[in-house]
């Protein structure tokens, strides 16, 4: 039997490698990432030892052209469109709004917004065409739970949000699914200079911000996203699943 074909943006780091891993057993894998060949070289062998079929995809993307020659590559490779998508690239820079460079804040819309969206349009046809697909975007507590310094990821993730409960009303009639989950705060290379900080703040530390005590795992938020990519999860559409041990509950106290 053909396995389904799940194209993950960033899937070679982070949440996005943790989604791979839960999808693997029942997929090949199209993983894409930005410029870290040996990471991506690592996370490819790492399938491979497992019998998996995965192949690796460098493209920074941060516009819709770019969205669009990531998917011809992929096609071209696999001769068929993706079944899944599962949007996790991007990077995060904090910066003061008043005092960052307006090109920053658009640099970071284009990345996480743009192209999550870009990647949607272009891969949804085919979804509709064979009535099945699946897409899983990520957004973030950030889009909703405000923190300083991250006036245009939030606006990127709060949109993204809105964006992925509209498009899912617009295809739920032809088997697709569209869901957006929104983690806290999880061990990644891109948080990994904020658990530092947390760490070395007493005030701070990750016990006393995050009421489950302890930052989530690329395992949890991969296992979610399997979930909803999965036939059992056809009745979740247009969800945002928040995955963040109570963190935007409020103030988790002493
Ligand atoms: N970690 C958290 O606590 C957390 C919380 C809420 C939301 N999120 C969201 O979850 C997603 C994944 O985050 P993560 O923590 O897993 O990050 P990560 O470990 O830093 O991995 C990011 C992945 O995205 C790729 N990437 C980054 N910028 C890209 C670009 N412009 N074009 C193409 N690929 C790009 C990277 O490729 P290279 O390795 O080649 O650079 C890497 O594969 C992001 O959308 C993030 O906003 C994360």
Known sequence: MVKRLALIT???SG???GAARKLAPSCDLALAYAGNHERAEKARQEFEALGVHAEIFARPLGSYEDAGELLEQVKSSYKRSPDILVNSAGSIHDGFFMTTDFAHHEKIIREHLVVTMAL???TVKGMYGNK???IVNLSSISGSYAKRGQTSYAA??????GF???LALEVAHRGIT??????GLIAT???EGIMQFLEKDPKRTIKKVVPAGYAGTTEDVGSLIAFLCSDEARYITGALMVIDGGRSLGDPGS
Request: charged share 10%.
């Open 10 to 12: 960033g899937g070679t």
């Open 15 to 17: 949440i996005g490698l």
């Open 120 to 122: 949607c349009h272009l």
């Open 132 to 134: 099945f697909g699946r």
């Open 156 to 161: 990127a993730k709060a949109a993204i949000t």
């Open 164 to 166: 992925t409960k509209t």
């Open 178 to 183: 569209v869901n957006a989950v929104a983690p």
């Open 189 to 191: 290379p891109m948080t």
